[in-house]
């Protein structure tokens, strides 16, 4: 069964700093990786998706990086804005279903 | 341009009611699903549909069914709710299982 877990929980940065969530997964036989953000009280809006081929999506300011054979997903915010302040989730979809797994989430919050 | 809408926002029911969340999509993607969302345990999925006519179980299936009326719509039944069903339902859609997922804005459901 995969398992996809999301370190650190919460995590607090002032304005400017770049920054890097992390996004483990125990299985590597996946279809894709996708990268959500969530705000309070709201749905979740896709950031980023990356196809088991790839390496790498880039969106804005926004970098997200695959490595299936250590199962791992990095998401990098360069220039953070209070505004990016968010919980933000990746799921992972195996190759042999139709199940999207999902992290806990880390929760963001960007300081003025 | 709606999206992924779903009602009603907010539900309570007391134990052993029943209930129906709607879900329509208007972009004519044809995988559709139900998840709930639970504090620290990220999103699970209840039941998938992908594609008008079929229905599959997810990974917390039980206590629940349900129904895709058409392409643009799916619909979550509970048929006798109990506390444990407490939590917050986002229903999403995909063009095909590769795609990225479209998020509702949620319904969050107290069964008391």
């Known amino acids: 069964k995969q398992e996809v877990t999301q370190i650190p929980a919460a995590l607090s940065v002032p304005e400017g700093e770049n920054l890097v969530l992390n996004c483990s997964f125990t299985d590597s036989a996946i279809y894709n990786l996708q990268w959500f953000r969530q705000d309070p009280g709201k749905g979740l809006t896709s950031l980023l998706l990356?196809?088991?081929?790839?390496r790498e999506q880039t969106s804005g300011r926004l970098n997200a990086s695959l490595d299936k054979s250590s199962g791992r997903s990095t998401l990098y915010i360069a220039a953070s804005q209070p505004g990016d302040s968010a919980t933000y989730l990746c799921?992972?979809?195996?190759?042999?279903?139709?199940?999207?797994?999902f992290g806990a989430g880390t929760r963001l919050t960007v300081k003025p | 341009n709606a999206g992924v809408t779903q009602t009603p926002k907010f539900q309570v029911l007391k134990t052993g009611q029943s209930m129906t969340l709607q879900c329509a999509q208007d972009m004519n993607h044809n995988s559709m699903y139900w998840y709930r969302q639970d504090p620290g345990m990220g999103l699970r999925l209840i039941y998938y549909s992908a594609s008008e006519g079929t229905t599959d179980k997810g990974e917390v299936p039980n206590g629940y069914n349900v129904s895709r009326l058409n392409k643009r719509e799916f619909s979550l039944r509970l048929e006798s709710a109990a506390p444990s069903q407490t939590s917050v339902y986002f229903c999403?859609?995909?063009?095909?299982?590769?795609?990225?997922?479209?998020f509702g804005n949620g319904t969050r459901l107290t069964v008391t």
């Open positions: 999403a859609s995909s063009e095909e299982p590769n795609s990225p997922l479209h």
């Open positions: 990356i196809q088991s081929s790839q």
């Open positions: 799921a992972v979809r195996g190759v042999n279903n139709n199940d999207m797994r």
